[in-house]
């Protein structure tokens, strides 16, 4: 199994301010990784597929790089509905998907 | 615009089993695959199953291998998970999820439902 770490576990920042979210895989998985945001009560949402491709409708603060095993999702200017918990998941070795554990991203 | 709407969970005991639905409506449900993803409470995401857009290939994470089943009926638009077995680990949101590609999975899901909550106490 593919284990994902995230870092930060929280991350406090204000409005405005820039993101940087890491994802790293215990083997390589090339390119195969994507971001979600999940708000209380909600489902996740698909940020970032395939490490650097921003899904339909999201803004372009969301961007995300890397390749092998380290990847980052960076939030370039903060808006107040962008605070929740960020998720990254690997599909290289699919049926075998497996999340991280998740990076609180807190106001302030 | 995609909607998924899941079913069927509720407060059940070990050993018993349950079958949960997803009814989907805004897309053309016979051309995605489809997987099952839950949430612990307070724990993050595992996926837990995925099932081709005609209904012939499935996988499962070994989790829960054995004791779970993937289906769906395209005459119905609805994904359904039928989890015997069950113990007390397996409490947990149950979301459907939406393949993001036509076709084969590309296993990052593009849709999501709001979840249906599955208690396994005694």
């Known amino acids: 199994e593919i284990v994902l770490t995230q870092s930060p576990a929280t991350l406090s920042l204000s409005p405005g301010e820039r993101a940087t979210l890491s994802c790293r895989a215990s083997q390589s998985v090339t390119r195969y990784l994507a971001w979600y945001q999940q708000k209380p009560g909600q489902a996740p949402r698909v940020l970032i597929y395939d490490a650097s491709n921003r899904a339909t409708g999201i803004p372009a603060r969301f961007s995300g790089s890397g390749s092998g095993t380290d990847f980052t999702l960076t939030i370039s200017s903060l808006e107040p509905e962008d605070f929740a918990v960020y998720y990254c998941?690997?599909?290289?070795?699919?049926?075998?998907?497996?999340f991280g554990q998740g990076t609180r991203l807190e106001i302030k | 615009q995609v909607q998924l709407v899941e079913s069927g969970g509720g407060v059940v005991q070990p050993g018993t089993s349950l079958r949960l639905s997803c009814a989907a409506s805004?897309?053309?449900?016979?051309?995605?695959?489809m997987h099952w993803v839950r949430q612990s409470p307070g724990k993050g995401l595992q996926w837990v199953a995925v099932i081709a857009s005609d209904g012939r290939d499935k996988h499962y994470a070994d989790s829960v291998k054995g004791r779970c089943t993937i289906s769906r009926d395209n005459s119905k638009n609805t994904l359904y998970l039928q989890i015997n077995s069950l113990r007390t680990e397996d409490t947990a949101a149950y979301y459907c999820?939406?393949?993001?590609?036509?076709?084969?999975?590309?296993?990052?899901?593009?849709?999501w439902g709001q979840g249906t909550l599955v208690i396994v106490s005694s």
């Open positions: 999820a939406k393949d993001r590609t036509l076709g084969p999975a590309a296993y990052y899901f593009d849709n």
């Open positions: 805004g897309f053309t449900f016979n051309q995605y695959a």
């Open positions: 998941q690997q599909r290289s070795n699919w049926p075998l998907i497996t």
